[in-house]
């Protein structure tokens, strides 16, 4: 699934978060997915919560496997380590580049480093692992 597919998808299976998210890149390498910061993403201080980090991380895995694999809706997380490394920059979008580390028949592996918009640093890590349903034939 290319930028455009996924981002279809997100807006007819998920259209209660799509608006949040963009689609930026899509290719064999990974997704690059943009978290459109608003005021409902802040935590008090003005700063980026963990929640919605966390939230942009586990979006962007879930599109990287299903760009490799296709629209399969009930790939699920299995499980998600995060590390927060430093302060989200104020008033920027967070950027997640997602890598697919090994897709398996019943199970994904990947990662996910999250940037401020504009800004060489990251802000946080995360490890994912996803279980893909089997095929229905």
Same mark, same amino acid.
């Given at each position: &699934?290319?930028?455009?597919? %996924? *981002?279809?998808? %997100?807006?007819? #299976?998920?259209?209660?978060?799509? *608006?949040?998210?963009?689609?930026? $890149?899509?290719?064999?390498?990974? @997704?690059?997915? $943009?978290?459109?910061?608003?005021?409902?993403?802040?935590?008090?201080?003005?700063?980026?919560?963990?929640?919605? &980090?966390? !939230?942009?991380?586990?979006?962007? &895995?879930?599109?990287?496997?299903?760009? $490799?694999?296709?629209? @399969?809706?009930?790939?699920?997380?299995?499980?998600?380590?995060? #590390?927060?490394?430093?302060?989200?920059?104020?008033?920027? #979008?967070? %950027?997640?580049?997602?890598?697919? %580390?090994?897709?398996? $028949?019943?199970?994904?592996?990947?990662?996910? &480093?999250?940037?401020? *918009? !504009?800004?060489?640093?990251?802000?946080?890590?995360?490890?994912?692992?996803?279980?893909?349903?089997?095929?229905?034939?």
């Amino acid at each position: &699934m290319d930028a455009g597919a %996924l *981002e279809a998808f %997100l807006r007819r #299976d998920f259209g209660q978060v799509a *608006e949040d998210f963009a689609v930026d $890149r899509a290719d064999a390498a990974g @997704v690059t997915l $943009r978290l459109k910061v608003a005021e409902r993403h802040l935590r008090p201080g003005g700063t980026v919560s963990g929640p919605a &980090m966390f !939230g942009l991380a586990d979006v962007a &895995m879930y599109l990287a496997i299903l760009s $490799r694999i296709g629209p @399969v809706a009930l790939a699920v997380t299995t499980n998600c380590a995060i #590390d927060f490394m430093r302060k989200p920059s104020a008033g920027r #979008d967070l %950027l997640a580049e997602a890598r697919v %580390l090994k897709l398996g $028949r019943a199970l994904a592996v990947g990662d996910v &480093m999250l940037f401020s *918009e !504009g800004s060489p640093e990251p802000v946080a890590r995360a490890s994912l692992t996803y279980s893909i349903p089997p095929a229905r034939g």
